[in-house]
Structures are given as structure tokens and as C-alpha cells.
């Protein structure tokens, strides 16, 4: 099986949508997993969240394209009124990024301020 990318997932609902939780408890796991796994991806956590957020997801996907054909479907439901999505890197990948990052010389100069180009 390939590689696949994880992604942290954060969503709040419109007030009507946690009206209808209220009044209709609901499987959302079961409708994520759904909508995940028909753009190849897999739903790894699940989460209801309190806070700035609603909700917490770990989603893998192959590639950034299939999660984000997924979370336009997601958002063209109407029922968010705000997603995030974060890249998470496994401890391997950071580790190898750290080694490749001290040994590469790029010739990368960092912004400064205006009065040090005069």
C-alpha cells in the first residue's frame, strides 16, 4: 500500500446544523467516513471538540488533490462555517527534513528590514 499523507481536519458547524444535532442525534462519524473514503482517503480519529472548533478529524489521503476535491464537497454542503486543515508530518519525515535542511546550501536570504538595503 502507498504512503499515504495525514491531515489534521477542523470544522465548526452553522447554528442550524447543531440545532439538528440536538434535536436528531446523529452518526457523524459514519457521514465523514462516507465521504472520505469516496475521494481514497481514510478517516484514522474522530473527534466533537469544545473550543474554537466543533470538531477534530485525523484524515490520510494520497495525495493533496483527493482531500481537496473531498473538503470542497465538504464545504459546498454549506453546513460549516469554518474548516482547517493542517499537513501533519510523522516523526521520520521531520527528522529526515531537519538533516536534508542542514546540509542543503540554498543561497536563502532571509527579509530584512528597509533601511538595510540603503
Not at 489534521?8 to 439538528?20: E, S
Not at 459514519?30 to 484524515?59: M, P, S
Request: aromatic share 10%; charged share 20%.
Amino acid at each position: 500500500r502507498a504512503a499515504m499523507n495525514h491531515y489534521l481536519f477542523q470544522w465548526t458547524y452553522k447554528d442550524p446544523q447543531i440545532r439538528a444535532l440536538v434535536e436528531a442525534p446523529q452518526d457523524r462519524v459514519a457521514e465523514l467516513r462516507k465521504v472520505v473514503e469516496a475521494f481514497g482517503g481514510g478517516l484514522r480519529e474522530f473527534y466533537f471538540a469544545l473550543g474554537d472548533f466543533d470538531g477534530a478529524a485525523i484524515l490520510e489521503f494520497p495525495d493533496n488533490e483527493s482531500l481537496d476535491a473531498c473538503l470542497l464537497t465538504i464545504s459546498s454542503s454549506g453546513v460549516n462555517s469554518k474548516m482547517k486543515v493542517t499537513v501533519l508530518i510523522t516523526p521520520q519525515e521531520g527528522k529526515r527534513a531537519m538533516v536534508r535542511a542542514g546540509s542543503v546550501v540554498s543561497g536563502y536570504k532571509p527579509p530584512v528590514g528597509y533601511s538595510a538595503h540603503g
